[in-house]
C-alpha cells in the first residue's frame, strides 16, 4: 500500500510539475539518477525566445548537497535548445536556469525543474529552494513569484519524512525552523524532542553536528539556555574533533590578544582540526573569525618582525580571499603608493611577492571553494573571481611591462580585458601602448578611438592620438575639435547630468597660505569662478585625479577668471610644505597649492576641510568645490573614478556653464 501511494503522489507531483507547459523536458522520459539523459529547453514563450545562443547551468540536489554545473545548448529548432548530460547518481532534484548575454529565465512562478519522487531528498530540495528562509543556505536563482510560504515549505518536509524516513538525521533542522516560522507560541517542546533523538544516534556528520548547532541557534534565550549548554556540552564530548569544538577553538584563537599564544594555538589547531576534514561544513563562526584569526597572525609577523615569509610561504593554505588580500596589501599599495610617489618601494621585492602570490590567487579559479560550492556553478565562480581579481592582475601585468616581460603582460591585459577594457583610462593606456610596441598601430588607434568614445583616456593617450592625427597630414588646430567630437554624444549625456545636480549654497570665507607665497581669501574672488580640491599627499585617489585637474588647469591657464587651488589638508608630517611642492614638481603640475590652516580644536592642519565638510555634510578626499562668481558653492564631488578626460569634461561643464549664465 505504502509503495501504491508513493508511486500516485509522484505521478501528482510530475504532473502539476509537467502539466503547466513546462519548458524543460528530459528524454528518456522518466529518468533514473546516473543516467544520460538530453534535456530540451522550449524558450519560445520565455525571455530567450530571440536569443542567438543559450547557456545554462544546472542545480541538482544529490545527498542533501546542491551540485552546480554549467551547461551549453545547441539550437534544435522551433526555439528549441537541447543538450545532453549525466545526471548525478543520487540526483533528487534538478532546477535549470537558462542565460543569452544579460538576459536570463529563472522560469518566474513555476521554475525549470524535475523531481525524481523516489529518491531521497527530492522533496526538500523543492521546498528548501523556493523557502525565502533558506535563501541563504541554497543556491539564490528562483523568481521572486516561486517562493512558497513557510506552512508550505513544512509541508515538504512532512512529505520527506513520511516517504523516506531515513532522511530524518538529514532534514530535522528544515522541519523544526519551518515549525517555528509557521507556528504560534512555543516550540521548544519540540526542538528538545527531536534533537535529543538525533544526538543519541552515533558517528554523526559534520553537515548533522552543524544542523545542531543551528537549531539550538533557532530557540528563545535565555529561556533555553540550559538546555543549549548541555548539548554544546554533548557536541564537544562525543566529538572532540568535531565542527562545535572547532568553531570554540576559532573564536579563542581570534580573542587572544598574546602574539606568540595565538601562534602557539593556531600551530595546534592545525593538527587538531585538519581543513581537510571539514570541506563539507561552512559554519557561521567560520566565515566571521577564521580569515581574520588567519591574518591576524601573517601580518602580525610582517609588522612585528618585518617577516614576509609566514604570508609569501603559506599562500597555498591560505582562502582565496586572504589571498587576494596579499595581492592588495602586500603587491598592488606598494605598487601604487610607488608609481604616484608617496612612498618608495623595491620593485624586485614586489615582483618577488607577486610571483607567488597572483600564479596562486589565479590557480584558484579552477576550483569553487567550499563556501561557495553550493551556490554558484565553475564558470559563475570564474566570472567572480575575474570581477574580484581584476584589480589585482592589472598591477601584475605593469608590473610585468617595468621588467620587460611582455609576454606575461599580455596574458594578464588579455585575462581582465572583458572587465576592463574602455572602462579604465588607466587600463586603456597601458593596452594601447602595449599594441603599438607590437607594431599594430591601426589596432592600437581603433582601441585609443573606442577608449576616446567612452571618454576614458588618460593624458598619455590625447598625446597618442594626437602624434597618430598629425601623422595622417592633418592640422594641430585642428584637433582639440576632433577629440570633442569622438565623445560628443557622452559628454552631451553627462552634462545633462551634471547640470541637474547644481546647487546654489552660501559659503563660509577661508584663508590660508599659497605654495605661490602670501595668502589666498574666499573674500578676493569675487567674480571669479574658484576650483578647490581638497587633496593630501597619503591620499592615493587625490594624486590619481591629478592628471585630469592639470588637464583643467591647463585649459583655463589663460582665463583670469577661472582659479584652480589644490587645498593640502590633514597632511601629519612636519616637513609635509616641502613634500607637496616637489611631489608637484616632480609630476610637472603648475598648481597653487594652499596649505590647510591648523585646526584650533584638534591641532590638526585640516581647519578649512573640517569647516566645509560639517557645512555640506560629505567625508572623505579628495573633495573638489565649485564656487561661483558671486561666491556661492555651485557643486561638488568626492572621490576619483578613474578616467582623467572624464574628469576634465566634468570640470569643463560646470565651469563654462557658469560662465555663460553670468551673462
Keep these: 500500500m505504502k509503495n501504491i501511494k508513493l508511486i500516485l503522489l509522484l505521478f501528482s507531483i510530475t504532473t502539476t510539475l509537467f502539466a503547466q507547459e513546462m519548458a524543460i523536458k528530459l528524454s528518456p522520459e522518466h529518468p533514473n539518477p546516473g543516467d544520460e539523459v538530453t534535456l530540451t529547453y522550449d524558450a519560445s514563450n520565455g525571455p530567450l525566445a530571440n536569443a542567438k545562443y543559450v547557456n545554462g547551468v544546472v542545480y541538482t540536489y544529490d545527498n542533501f548537497k546542491w551540485l552546480i554545473n554549467d551547461i551549453t545548448l545547441k539550437a534544435d529548432g522551433d526555439k528549441k535548445w537541447t543538450t545532453k548530460m549525466k545526471l548525478s547518481d543520487h540526483a533528487s532534484f534538478i532546477n535549470c536556469v537558462f542565460k543569452s548575454d544579460t538576459i536570463v529565465d529563472r522560469g518566474e ?44 515549505g513544512l509541508m515538504w518536509i512532512k512529505y520527506e519524512l513520511q516517504y523516506h524516513p531515513e532522511t530524518r538525521k538529514n532534514v530535522f533542522s528544515y522541519g523544526l525552523k519551518f515549525k517555528q516560522l509557521s507556528t504560534e507560541g512555543d516550540v521548544s517542546p519540540i526542538f528538545k524532542k527531536e534533537l535529543r533523538f538525533i544526538l543519541s544516534e552515533n558517528n554523526l556528520s559534520n553537515v548533522t553536528q552543524y544542523q545542531i548547532q543551528k537549531t539550538l541557534g533557532l530557540m528563545p534565550q535565555p529561556a533555553n539556555k540550559a538546555f543549549t549548554d548541555s548539548v554544546q556540552k554533548v557536541l564537544v564530548t562525543k566529538y572532540p574533533n568535531g565542527v562545535w569544538a572547532r568553531d570554540l577553538e576559532i573564536k579563542k584563537i581570534f580573542n587572544e590578544a598574546d602574539f606568540n599564544k595565538k601562534v602557539a594555538l593556531y600551530n595546534a589547531f592545525e593538527k587538531n582540526f585538519p581543513q581537510n576534514n571539514f570541506q563539507d561544513v561552512v559554519t557561521d ?29 603559506n599562500v597555498k593554505k591560505a582562502s582565496y580571499g586572504i589571498v587576494l588580500d596579499y595581492a592588495w596589501h602586500l603587491v598592488s599599495i606598494p605598487f601604487d603608493r610607488d608609481q604616484e610617489g608617496s612612498e618608495k618601494a623595491s620593485l624586485e621585492t614586489l615582483k618577488k611577492y607577486a610571483d607567488v602570490i597572483y600564479p596562486e590567487l589565479e590557480s584558484r579559479e579552477a576550483v569553487v571553494p567550499k563556501e561557495y560550492a553550493q551556490k554558484l556553478s565553475l564558470k559563475e565562480w570564474q566570472e567572480q573571481c575575474l570581477n574580484f581579481g581584476a584589480r589585482e592582475f592589472f598591477t601584475y601585468a605593469k608590473l610585468q611591462e617595468i621588467f620587460k616581460n611582455y609576454d606575461l603582460e599580455r596574458k594578464y591585459l588579455d585575462k581582465i580585458k572583458p572587465v576592463m577594457q574602455f572602462k579604465n583610462a588607466s587600463y586603456n593606456e597601458v593596452y594601447s601602448r602595449m599594441l603599438l610596441r607590437e607594431g599594430k598601430t591601426e589596432e592600437a588607434k581603433a582601441y585609443i578611438l573606442e577608449a576616446a568614445k567612452q ?24 584637433f582639440d575639435a576632433y577629440l570633442n567630437s569622438l565623445k560628443a554624444d557622452k559628454n552631451e549625456e553627462h552634462k545633462k547630468k551634471l547640470i541637474s545636480e547644481l546647487i546654489n549654497l552660501p559659503i563660509d570665507g577661508f584663508e590660508m597660505e599659497s605654495s605661490r607665497g602670501g595668502k589666498v581669501k574666499l573674500a578676493d574672488q569675487k567674480g571669479k569662478i574658484v576650483v578647490l580640491d581638497f587633496w593630501a599627499m597619503w591620499c592615493g585617489p587625490c594624486k590619481n585625479a591629478m592628471p585630469g585637474m592639470n588637464m583643467a588647469v591647463n585649459k583655463y591657464k589663460d582665463d583670469d577668471n577661472v582659479k584652480f587651488y589644490f587645498v593640502d589638508t590633514m597632511e601629519y608630517i612636519k616637513d609635509f610644505k616641502t613634500q607637496t611642492q616637489a611631489f608637484i614638481k616632480e609630476k610637472g603640475f603648475d598648481f597653487t597649492i594652499l596649505y590647510d590652516s591648523k585646526n584650533p580644536k584638534t591641532g590638526k592642519f585640516d581647519a578649512v576641510y573640517d569647516k566645509y565638510s560639517k557645512a555640506f555634510h560629505f567625508s572623505g578626499i579628495p573633495e573638489k568645490m565649485i564656487i561661483d562668481q558671486n561666491g556661492n558653492l555651485r557643486w561638488m564631488s568626492n572621490g576619483y573614478f578613474g578616467s582623467p578626460s572624464e574628469l576634465v569634461d566634468e570640470i569643463s561643464i560646470i565651469v563654462d556653464y557658469l560662465k555663460a549664465e553670468k551673462k
Design 285 to 313: 563562526t567560520e566565515a566571521l573569525f577564521y580569515d581574520k584569526m588567519y591574518k591576524a597572525i601573517a601580518y602580525n609577523y610582517i609588522v612585528k618582525n618585518k617577516d614576509y615569509n609566514y604570508a609569501i610561504n
Design 109 to 152: 512562478k513555476m521554475p525549470h525543474a524535475y523531481m525524481f519522487a523516489q529518491v531521497p531528498g527530492a522533496y526538500t530540495g523543492w521546498g528548501l529552494l523556493r523557502s525565502r528562509a533558506f535563501m541563504d543556505e541554497v543556491p539564490n536563482v528562483v523568481h521572486d513569484s516561486a517562493y512558497i510560504r513557510d506552512e508550505v
Design 455 to 478: 571618454n576614458q583616456v588618460t593624458p598619455v593617450i590625447i598625446t597618442t592620438l594626437k602624434d597618430l592625427y598629425l601623422k595622417e597630414g592633418k592640422k594641430e588646430a585642428d
